[in-house]
C-alpha cells in the first residue's frame, strides 16, 4: 500500500457531478447519470453524498442511501491515480460514522466479486459475505458479492471505524 493521504471530506452539492462522473468513468464499466446524481442531492433526508478532495482536485467520492434501519453503501469511488492511499478507507469511515449518527443499526454493499481491493477494505470495516446476486451488473453480466455488517452501534464497529478515521489525522 502506498503512503495514506489525508483528503478534506464534504457533502457533494451540483457542481461536483461533473468531476464525480469524470472519477465513475475511469473506475466503473458505465457510471450514473448526471440526473440520478442530481436527484440523489434532492433527497438529502435518506441520502449521504460526500466527495473526497485532494489539493483542491476531487479525487473520489462515496455515497450511502438509508434505508428503515439499514444504510446501503451506494458507491465508493477514487480516482486510480489516488488509489491504495486510503482515501476510500476515509470515504467508507465516513459513511459508516453518518450510519451510526443517524441511529441506522446495520449496512450492506453490493460489490463486484472480482473487486478484491474493494472487498479487503470492506471486510477491515466488518463487512461480511451473505451472498450473491447473480448477473446483477447489467453492463458485464457480473455477479455482486452482498455484503453486510450488523450491530453497527458497537464498539467493536465504532473501533474499526476510529482506527480508519486516526489513520486519517496521522497521515494528513
Not at 495514506?4 to 458505465?30: F, H, K, N, W
Not at 460489490?111 to 474493494?118: D, L, Q, T
Not at 479487503?120 to 459475505?129: D, E, M, N, T, V
Amino acid at each position: 500500500m502506498m503512503t495514506a493521504t489525508a483528503c478534506c471530506l464534504r457533502p457533494m452539492v451540483e457542481a461536483d457531478i461533473g468531476p464525480a462522473l469524470a472519477v465513475d468513468e475511469l473506475v466503473y464499466p458505465s457510471a450514473w447519470s448526471p440526473s440520478f446524481l442530481r436527484q440523489q442531492l434532492s433527497l438529502a433526508g435518506s441520502r449521504v453524498n460526500l466527495v473526497a478532495e485532494r489539493d483542491g482536485q476531487l479525487v473520489g467520492h462515496g455515497a450511502l442511501m438509508v434505508v428503515a434501519d439499514e444504510g446501503h453503501v451506494t458507491s465508493v469511488a477514487v480516482h486510480p491515480d489516488q488509489q491504495r492511499r486510503g482515501i476510500g478507507a476515509q470515504i467508507l469511515a465516513a459513511l459508516c460514522r453518518a450510519s451510526v449518527e443517524r441511529g441506522l443499526k446495520s449496512m450492506t454493499l453490493e460489490v463486484r466479486c472480482s473487486n478484491e481491493a474493494a472487498i479487503g477494505l470492506y471486510q477491515r470495516f466488518g463487512f461480511a459475505p451473505a451472498g450473491v446476486r447473480v448477473g446483477y451488473y447489467v453492463d458485464t453480466g457480473e455477479d455482486a458479492l452482498i455484503m453486510w455488517v450488523h450491530d453497527i452501534e458497537q464498539p467493536e464497529f465504532l473501533g474499526r471505524v476510529a482506527v480508519a478515521e486516526k489513520r486519517k489525522e496521522h497521515h494528513g
